[in-house]
């Protein structure tokens, strides 16, 4: 039996999946920690990654392993390999400054026809603008900019900083793919480049892509190469981390494991739920996003829908939200109850909650781009002041927010026939059952499952075997479709009145 091995190494923590590349059928996995943050040295994801292996046994028996990661996040090299400073994340906003200056500069419409989007604070090319702006200190010593992914690949081929890795700081043998490149702002979905003239207006100097044995590339930052679908970035070496045994077993065989490409979190989601023309993915996670496979590229001038490329040769247009399942998080713990408790309170309140709507804007939010916005409960009275309609409508807006998403990929042509909704909170009874009241198409839930790491070890086979595997995917929920718009219209309401006094359209 061949084994391959996917990683989602996320916003909170890193998983590991092991299958079999011939069914998909989970053989064991493994999970470590992140710490919490809108910036984080990569090393953490260095450690996490290597106790995940450890705790899913060891890879001495896989064929091959690819790495799918949070989208984004800035990570910068120095000449020597070393990082700079903690990566920037998706979550951290301080660049939403950077953002306006970029988008008056180029323009919403120019930017969306050359790269699919419109800036806004989580997409790299705002955070290179602020390290410009912010800290010279860091700029001066840029040699390389990379993406997590494109980090973690190129540490398991044996390369990292002079004298702690076994190949050191190669950067022109950094790579990334087209799903995770078309997420920075300087990469166009529509040519399969990058587009190095707005790399330089947002970091004042010139880049080129990584190339096998580029030589000096003095003064010219160096941005991975990137691989098609299907594409082999090398084989994970056997001394990647020192050497040191996994899990108590051989740990990386002596020849290494072949390595795929790798790719964003969402297009790597895509891959794992086999996801199709007509299907749409939510997906709630750190944040929420809802996303779909087209087979033309998107050009959202307004911003709201980010024409991103897909791990599989077409496209990935997505809306994403910043407030998802922390949402709940946050709400069960004013009302002072676990997930189960929150579920069951929610469930006594009716549909529309009594007239309260929370906007769960509380770190800011991407979709609408009101990064400076604060969460707001609306409605309240006496009577409608309960804990149930407080838990209820914590459900209600965090998926209202998904909903007002999925409606914008549908402004922009989208055909959509059913809803797939992944994630942990999912398997939330009410989360499910107010979905179904909440979005207006058919609502499936599909196994629990980590479907960034599946996906991700799709890569892994198919980088194997040379053709894309076609796995099965099980449906668990299917709840029964129960619509109800006004839900939607007091939420629409409530976050209007929010985005006026932000000062949002």
Not at 174 to 192: Q, V
Not at 239 to 247: E, I, N, Q, R, S
Request: proline fraction near 7%; glycine fraction near 14%; include cysteine.
């Amino acid at each position: 039996m061949n084994l391959v091995a996917g990683v989602d190494s996320s916003t909170q923590s890193c998983k590991v999946v092991v299958l079999d590349a011939d069914s998909g059928a989970l053989v064991r996995e493994g999970r470590a920690s992140h710490p919490e943050g809108t910036e984080i040295h990569p090393e953490e994801w260095w450690r996490a990654l290597s106790e995940a292996f450890d705790d899913a046994g060891g890879l001495p028996d896989v064929s091959a392993l690819s790495v799918g990661g949070q989208q984004h996040g800035m990570v910068l090299l120095d000449r020597d390999g070393r990082v700079i400073r903690p990566a920037l994340l998706w979550n951290d906003t301080r660049s939403a400054g950077a953002a306006a200056d970029l988008t008056a500069e180029v323009g919403a419409e120019d930017f969306a026809r050359r790269t699919g989007l419109v800036p806004v604070a989580s997409f790299t090319i705002t955070k290179v603008r602020w390290i410009r702006d912010n800290e010279p200190e860091s700029l001066a010593r840029v040699a390389a900019v990379a993406l997590p992914h494109d980090w973690l690949s190129w540490r398991l081929r044996g390369y990292g900083p002079a004298g702690s890795s076994p190949l050191g700081p190669d950067l022109d043998a950094l790579t990334t793919d087209r799903s995770d490149a078309s997420g920075t702002g300087y990469w166009s979905p529509l040519t399969g480049r990058y587009d190095l003239e707005l790399f330089k207006l947002a970091f004042g100097q010139d880049a080129r892509e990584a190339v096998p044995d580029g030589g000096d590339a003095a003064g010219v930052v160096i941005l991975p190469r990137v691989l098609g679908p299907g594409d082999r970035a090398g084989r994970v070496h056997p001394d990647c981390f020192g050497g040191a045994p996994l899990g108590g077993t051989a740990g990386i065989p002596a020849d290494g494991i072949l390595l795929g490409a790798g790719a964003g979190d969402n297009a790597a989601a895509a891959l794992g739920l086999g996801a199709r023309a007509g299907d749409v993915v939510v997906s709630v996670g750190t944040s929420g996003t809802v996303f779909a496979v087209d087979t033309s590229p998107g050009q959202d001038a307004s911003g709201t829908v980010a024409g991103f490329a897909d791990a599989g040769g077409e496209y990935l247009p997505i809306t994403v939200t910043l407030n998802a399942a922390r949402v709940l998080s946050s709400v069960a713990g004013m009302l002072d109850v676990d997930f189960d408790e929150l579920s069951r309170l929610a469930l006594e309140a009716e549909p529309g909650a009594g007239g309260v709507v929370l906007v769960p804007y509380f770190e800011g939010e991407r979709t609408p781009n009101l990064p400076h916005a604060n969460a707001s409960f609306h409605g309240l009275s006496i009577a409608s002041t309960t804990r149930p309609n407080i838990a209820r409508a914590a459900i209600e807006g965090m998926l209202c927010g998904l909903a007002s998403g999925l409606e914008a990929l549908r402004g922009q042509g989208l055909s959509a026939e059913r809803l797939l909704l992944i994630g942990g909170a999912v398997q939330n009874p009410a989360v499910q059952r107010i979905a179904a009241q909440v979005f207006e198409l058919p609502v499936v839930v599909p196994s629990p499952g980590e479907y960034v790491a599946r996906g991700a070890a799709v890569q892994a086979a198919w980088a194997l075997a040379g053709e894309r595997p076609d796995w099965p995917v099980a449906l668990e929920v299917a709840p029964a479709p129960d619509f109800r718009p006004g839900i939607l219209a007091n939420y629409a309401k409530a976050a209007a009145l929010v985005a006026l006094g932000t000062g949002g359209e």
